[in-house]
């Protein structure tokens, strides 16, 4: 497969580009993260997301500790070449790493708060468990 396609995104000075993975039946935005070339490739070859870890340094697939897994269903780059936005099927219902169904569950109200607006699905220390 020619690479040609990864050559025409505007990659930071990181060699990164965020990625926003939606839920392709809803539409809601479920997460942000970050994506190198490898990431990129992989994720179309593999049609599942993996992003870039900045805090670990390295390739992350999601899901790969706590098993919820994007299934790709379409990979779209915006017209500055600079986002890319993941169609994606969340299995277990849960993208953030706090339990719940989105990374987006604040809305600011009137007074000027954040208010907590989602449920927390499943308790992140039973997600996230270290096995012994």
């Not at 025409?8 to 809803?26: E, F, H, M, N, S």
């Not at 935005?29 to 997301?49: D, F, S, Y």
């Not at 849960?94 to 009137?110: K, M, N, P, Q, W």
């Not at 907590?116 to 468990?129: E, L, Q, S």
Request: aromatic share 8%.
């Amino acid at each position: 497969m020619s690479a040609q396609w990864l050559d025409q995104i505007k990659w930071d000075d990181q060699g990164l580009v965020p990625a926003i993975a939606q839920d392709y039946r809803t539409g809601r935005i479920l997460m942000v993260a970050w994506m190198n070339k490898e990431a990129l490739r992989l994720t179309a070859e593999e049609g599942r997301a993996i992003y870039w870890s900045r805090s670990r340094q390295r390739l992350w697939r999601k899901g790969e500790e706590s098993g919820h897994v994007q299934k790709l269903h379409e990979l779209r780059l915006d017209c500055d070449s600079d986002v890319i936005l993941l169609s994606v099927e969340q299995l277990g219902d849960i993208a953030c790493h706090t339990g719940r169904e989105s990374c987006f569950y604040r809305v600011l109200r009137d007074d000027k708060q954040w208010e907590v607006v989602d449920k927390v699905r499943r308790d992140p220390n039973d997600i996230y468990a270290k096995k012994a």
